[in-house]
C-alpha cells in the first residue's frame, strides 16, 4: 500500500522549533522530488519548500527562507522540514508530497501521492 505519513508538528510558541518528518511506505522515494505544503484556514495550500531526487536542489517560499531547512534520507526513505523561529503566521496544516521535480515554483500541480497532513500551531 502505497503511502505518506507526515509527523512532528504540534504547539509551539513563537520563536520555537519544530522539525517534521515524512515518511513513506510501499514505494521509495529515492527517484522523486519531495514537496512540503501548508494550509491555513480559509486560505489556498500553498507551497513551503522542495527537494530534487538526490538533495541537490532546494527552493523556500520568500516567507519561509532563512528559518526552514527541507532535508532527506533516502536510505530511511523519509523527509524532513527543520522549522526554527517560528511565528504565529507559520500555524498551517503541513502536508507532505512527492513529485517528478522540484521548482522554485512549488506548484501543487506538480505533486502528488499526498499525506494526511500534521497540524502545525505556533501560538503563545
Known amino acids: 500500500q502505497v503511502q505518506i505519513v507526515e509527523s512532528g508538528g504540534g504547539l509551539v510558541q513563537p520563536g520555537g522549533s519544530l522539525r517534521l518528518s515524512c515518511a513513506a511506505s510501499?514505494?521509495?522515494?529515492?527517484?522523486?522530488?519531495i514537496g512540503w505544503f501548508r494550509q491555513a484556514p480559509g486560505k489556498e495550500r500553498e507551497g513551503v519548500s522542495c527537494i530534487s531526487s538526490i538533495g541537490g536542489t532546494t527552493y523556500y517560499a520568500d516567507s519561509v527562507k532563512g528559518r526552514f531547512t527541507i532535508s532527506r534520507d533516502n536510505a530511511k526513505n523519509t523527509a524532513y522540514l527543520q522549522m526554527n523561529s517560528l511565528k504565529p503566521e507559520d500555524t498551517a496544516v503541513y502536508y507532505c508530497?512527492?513529485?517528478?521535480?522540484?521548482?522554485?515554483?512549488?506548484?501543487?500541480?506538480?505533486?502528488?501521492?499526498w499525506g494526511q497532513g500534521t497540524q502545525v500551531t505556533v501560538s503563545s
Open positions: 510501499g514505494f521509495t522515494l529515492d527517484y522523486r522530488a
Open positions: 508530497a512527492t513529485g517528478r521535480v522540484c521548482i522554485a515554483t512549488l506548484r501543487k500541480s506538480d505533486f502528488g501521492s
